[in-house]
């Protein structure tokens, strides 16, 4: 059994900051890939930023300069990071992992957390 469990949502003004995390807890082998998506009213689910075992970072367009992802493998957790809000970061925010259970498979499955409420609004 794994599970995902964020914090750090909440209102904020525009331009104002946010520190999301998640932490993983449970059968762990080894996390891999971590990261962020996010989901609007009406739109559909987009990844946000990623970030390999070894820290390689990947952002959406519309957060560079702005958010930044980073991860404490001794944690087991990943941060999101959120600077210079804007109306339209609004969204519930989901982190994910993908997790091997065991040492003797390759196989990874990916895990997600329960999402936390993110509103940008004066």
């Known amino acids: 059994q794994v599970q995902l469990v964020e914090s750090g949502g909440g209102l904020v003004q525009p331009g104002g900051s946010l520190r999301l995390s998640c932490a993983a807890s449970?059968?762990?082998?080894?996390?891999?890939?971590m990261g962020w998506y996010r989901q609007a009213p009406g739109k559909q689910r987009e990844l946000v930023a990623a970030v390999t075992r070894d820290d390689t970072r990947t952002y959406a367009d519309s957060v560079k300069g702005r958010f930044t992802i980073s991860r404490d493998n001794v944690k087991n957790t990943v941060y999101l990071q959120m600077n210079s809000l804007k109306p339209e970061d609004t969204a519930v925010y989901y982190c994910?992992?993908?997790?091997?259970?065991?040492?003797?498979?390759?196989?990874?499955?990916?895990?997600w957390g329960q999402g936390t409420q993110v509103t940008v609004s004066s």
């Open positions: 449970g059968s762990i082998f080894v996390i891999n890939g």
């Open positions: 994910y992992a993908k997790i091997r259970r065991v040492s003797w498979s390759l196989s990874e499955d990916v895990y």
